[in-house]
């Protein structure tokens, strides 16, 4: 049946006929399915041109939906034969994931948005039991490098909600830019929310766009894209990057930064790729400010998790800067790498406060992990290892296996190349959770993402190049039970379901990239990249050319 990703437990009836959807079908939702029976009838009436209407009163329908307390909150089952189709689920996530696999079950054509002529609707006689592997499994999308209007944000979600995955990180701040409202600061989305220009490619190239880029989302873009991930079983965990990062803060807003070692009233949004030096100051102001920017952000995102980032903070200006050195000094620290985890600290605390948990990139283990902070491992496994064995939970996201910035292929015809190769099968073959944990340790892995830096993606065409096909393999690594030894997984059982996974990517029209190579419309000709030599290991060896 090509389900991606795997279930748990498929028993087919080979010989039994199918079950056949029709105008006529009707839906039967128990109570407390009422949500799910509406993306089912959404999802499914677009593409068949079918009513699905709700059953009557008393009255069973070929199509039933139902809840049942033994199960998790994600685990589903599913029932077809030539009488009915039965989805049952612990909770609404669950029957989620059981719509997206009645869809798959249907043929590609369930995942357009009108009917085609001559489609028929059959599901094959099958028994499927499902649950997930992770409670967490996600990708990061960067709008800050380049800003993706809210419809691509939406149809993003999409695309999570077809693959089981059920967290959109969301990257909101940089240096780049600023995309999140903020009433009482106005200027972080009037100055931080656009630059004059972009770099073209790597620096190296020396290539500007001289094309002003920008953009940002108020808050009710926000409650709307929450309200509609959250209908699909996706929770947005929205990133509000400090204390590095933040050159479009401090450019609407001077008095953020090191104004005793920079003219930071001369600063602009910054229009290089890279890490800027211009980080926040680490007054009580500047926490002030951000408490405040955090306390608008809760009003919008409902999610336990809020990211602030805490990665790649030059600490050059905290150096040079006798506010910075006085401030260490008054809090009685060693070095800036404790007042970066000072900063950290506080937001860990206010957040929990309010009931939120922090979590941020690996870095906040310099200095001293905040104690109820969560771990983005991303420069390897060995922030995960060290956060996992302290009892910290943690997402693993290695830097080396799942960003998918990194091209997909060596060659001149991959556009832009950044970074080492990482293909389909490498991305199929990562596993979250490494051998150097113990059993309790493991248990902290809480999931895994995939992510994706913006700085060589212009468009949602570019995005979803680089996020397909490679993110459906990480969807059945982040859901389904995967032997733990990489090389023990059935690569070509895979690569064959992906045959037919590749028909559903284009019924969604999503631009993946090709097994055979990009599309001479996907090339991106004589703008360089910066990719890296070498295969990379589990820490990050490899040198740059």
């Known amino acids: 049946m090509d389900l991606i990703p795997a279930p748990s437990h498929v028993q087919a009836g080979p010989d039994a006929p199918p079950f056949v959807l029709h105008a006529g079908s009707r839906i039967a939702a128990a109570p407390g399915t009422a949500a799910a029976a509406r993306r089912l009838r959404a999802e499914l009436s677009a593409a068949t041109g079918f009513d699905l209407d709700p059953a009557p009163a008393g009255q069973d329908g070929d199509l039933r939906l139902d809840l049942d307390p033994a199960l998790g909150a994600e685990e589903y089952r599913l029932s077809a034969d030539a009488e009915s189709v039965r989805l049952t689920a612990g909770g609404p996530a669950g029957l989620g994931h059981a719509v997206q696999t009645l869809r798959q079950l249907l043929g590609p054509a369930a995942y357009r948005t009108a009917p085609l002529p001559g489609a028929s609707w059959t599901v094959p006689a099958v028994e499927i039991r499902d649950a997930p592997r992770f409670g967490w499994r996600g990708a990061m999308l960067d709008v800050s490098r380049h800003f993706m209007p809210k419809a691509g944000v939406l149809r993003f979600v999409d695309q999570l909600a077809a693959h089981k995955l059920n967290v959109l990180h969301f990257h909101l701040t940089d240096d780049q830019g600023w995309r999140f409202e903020v009433k009482r600061y106005p200027r972080l989305t009037e100055v931080g929310g656009w630059r004059e220009r972009s770099m073209v490619g790597y620096r190296a190239g020396n290539r500007r766009d001289d094309q002003p880029h920008g953009g940002y989302y108020t808050q009710d873009d926000l409650r709307e894209i929450v309200a509609y991930a959250a209908a699909r079983g996706v929770t947005v965990v929205p990133e509000i990057d400090l204390p590095g990062h933040n050159q479009a803060a401090v450019a609407a807003y001077p008095e953020l930064g090191n104004t005793d070692v920079v003219d930071t009233a001369a600063l602009g949004t910054w229009t290089d790729w890279g890490v800027s030096e211009n980080i926040l100051n680490p007054s009580e102001a500047t926490l002030r400010f951000y408490e405040h920017v955090l306390e608008e952000l809760l009003e919008v995102f409902p999610s336990t998790f809020v990211h602030l980032g805490g990665d790649e903070c030059p600490k050059d200006q905290w150096k040079q800067s006798p506010a910075a050195q006085a401030r260490i000094a008054e809090l009685g620290l060693k070095d800036e790498f404790e007042l970066q985890s000072h900063v950290i600290r506080h937001f860990d605390g206010w957040l929990a406060a309010r009931g939120r948990r922090l979590i941020g990139w690996d ?126 997984r059935d690569w070509a059982g895979f690569e064959r379901r992906m045959a037919t996974h590749y028909l559903r990517l284009e019924a969604l029209g999503v631009e993946y990239r090709h097994p055979d190579g990009p599309r001479p419309w996907q090339r991106k000709p004589g703008i360089v990249g910066r990719p890296l030599a070498g295969k990379p290991g589990p820490s990050g060896e490899g040198t740059a050319p």
């Not at 109820?372 to 420069?379: C, E, H, L, M, N």
């Not at 693993?396 to 991959?414: I, K, N, T």
Request: proline residues 8%; aromatic residues 10%; charged residues 25%.
């Open 363 to 488: 870095e906040i283990l310099e200095g001293g992990l905040a104690p109820g902070a969560a771990v983005s491992s991303w420069r390897g496994y060995d922030g995960g290892i060290a956060a996992a064995n302290a009892g910290h939970d943690v997402v693993m996201c290695p830097e080396q296996h799942v960003y998918l910035d990194h091209r997909q292929a060596d060659g001149d015809d991959e556009p832009i190349p950044v970074g080492w190769v990482r293909t389909l099968e490498d991305v199929y073959r990562f596993e979250p959770v490494p051998p150097q944990l113990d059993e309790a340790a493991a248990a902290h892995v809480i999931g895994t993402q995939a992510n994706l830096w913006t700085e060589f993606m212009y468009s949602g065409r570019d995005v979803d190049y680089k996020a397909f096909p490679r993110l459906a393999a990480l969807a059945e690594v982040a859901w389904s039970d995967l032997p733990r030894d990489p090389a023990a």
